[in-house]
């Protein structure tokens, strides 16, 4: 997954197959992992030159689930930035 993960921070911006977009801000990226058996999802969004890490699990189950969990996560860590800001 790191691998994966490094081929889209130093490629940036980069496409399938390694991240595609999702809704948004959030980003996606598979990895394969346990022989090649089950696919690993990153999920992460860009702020300025940061890519954000939010959300991973295995498999497809709960999917819409997993990627609400990494919404929630981005509206969180916006939130907290804009009020690191305020004067």
């Known amino acids: 997954m790191g691998e994966d993960i490094a081929t889209v921070e130093f490629g940036w911006p980069i496409g399938m197959p390694v991240c595609k977009s999702i809704k948004g801000s959030l980003w996606e990226v598979r990895s394969t ?7 690993a999802r990153i999920y992460f969004a860009i702020d300025g030159n940061r890519a954000v890490l939010l959300h991973g699990h295995e498999g497809k189950d ?6 609400g ?13 804009r009020w690191e800001q305020k004067p």
């Open 62 to 67: 709960n999917q819409s689930h997993e990627i």
């Open 69 to 81: 969990v990494a919404r929630v996560r981005w509206s969180d860590y916006v939130n907290r930035k």
């Open 33 to 39: 992992i346990r022989s090649g058996r089950v696919e």
